[in-house]
């Protein structure tokens, strides 16, 4: 299958025709990892990341490669030179091949289909990496659990997930995240960038809403076994599941605090920067949390969502009205005990 593509150089443009391989087709195959090459020579160089084999040293520090192109690309970082610039934003680049794959996500180029399903790729290496995922096999295996994966790259992610590391910070607020896709997905929501748009109604998002999506086709295929709630997301049941085993596996290392979601332990760590970022607008009140000014400000308004089932008293802090039940606990008690003592 032959396959077109456009490409760019020097703000100029070409057209590239790529050969599409069946994967299977590719000769050469890792014995390691399953990879498949070309060409016997890329598998020999490959094969030295596997033995650690790594030739080519930096004569600047201590780094060392299994191929002298990495060693020339590292080099790069010594100098600082990044003589390709983008045209299209003001990203630069060490190699102008590196510049030619970053403007294909101005385009939202993906000339590298799958040919077993729909999925495209702006890159042949994603696209080889994906097809082990219809192979089945999962050589990739969890020392601390009985999940494998397909990927090394799945393994590493699923792995933070046993530490608890989050390596990509945001530099706007404390959150951080264990893959750099939901770092960029978050960071929208700072520059309220909101591309995602919903084909059923008129709401977008700044990221994939999948809850949202389950609004409007009503789907909710994960069934909680020890009660009746279901989610459209199973992500979502293992969360909830939390909540019947008490389950809370992050802890604040400033308190003895812990949490059965990351987020809350996120927001909770602002309470300790002292940082009150989110200002009542009719009063001189500021919160560490957008939450805790949502609530605030019903005190202004009058608005009480917060209803009782026994009375008609409305509240608008969910803990004002759990308070305010604990009355009616007491109540009931005590005229049972009366009722209890009339019996004797």
């Known amino acids: 299958l032959i396959l077109i593509r456009k490409l760019f150089c020097c703000n100029n443009s070409f057209i590239s025709i790529l050969v599409r391989m069946n994967y299977e ?203 009746d709630k279901a989610f459209s997301q199973n992500s979502v049941l293992i969360t909830h599941n939390r909540t019947h085993i008490g389950e809370k596996p992050y802890q604040c290392n400033q308190c003895d605090n812990t949490f059965s979601l990351n987020c809350n332990l996120i927001r909770h760590l602002r309470t300790h920067t002292g940082k009150k970022s989110y200002q009542c607008n009719q009063c001189d009140k500021a919160f560490s949390l957008n939450g805790y000014l949502i609530r605030h400000l019903r005190t202004h308004i009058g608005e009480k969502l917060y209803q009782c089932k026994q009375c008609d008293k409305a509240s608008s802090l969910n803990n004002d009205l759990i308070r305010h039940q604990r009355a009616h606990t007491a109540v009931s008690t005590l005229l049972l005990s009366v009722s209890f003592l009339n019996m004797q």
Do not use: W
């Not at 040293?57 to 690309?73: E, G, I």
């Not at 080099?75 to 970053?102: E, R, W």
């Open 25 to 227: 087709a590719i000769p050469y195959e890792c014995s390691h990892c399953g990879k498949r090459f070309i060409h016997n020579g890329h598998l020999i160089i490959h094969m030295k990341k596997h033995t650690g084999e790594r030739p080519y040293k930096c004569n600047q520090c201590d780094k060392a490669f299994t191929r002298n192109s990495d060693l020339c690309r590292h080099l790069g970082t010594h100098t600082g030179k990044k003589p390709y610039q983008c045209n299209q934003c003001d990203k630069a680049f060490s190699k102008n091949s590196v510049l030619i794959t970053h403007k294909g996500t101005h385009i939202g180029e993906k000339p590298y289909q799958c040919n077993q399903c729909d999925n495209t790729f702006s890159l042949n290496c994603n696209l080889i990496r994906h097809l082990r995922t219809h192979t089945g096999k999962k050589s990739y295996q969890c020392n601390q659990c009985d999940k494998a994966f397909s990927l090394n790259c799945y393994l590493i992610r699923h792995l933070r997930t046993h530490t608890g590391e989050n390596p990509y910070q945001c530099n706007q607020c404390v959150k951080a995240f264990s893959k750099n896709n939901h770092l960029i997905r978050h960071q929208m929501t700072h520059t309220e960038e909101k591309p995602y748009q919903c084909n059923k109604c008129d709401k977008s998002f700044s990221e994939i809403n999948y809850r949202h999506l389950g609004t409007h086709t009503g789907k909710k295929p994960y069934q909680c076994n020890q009660c």
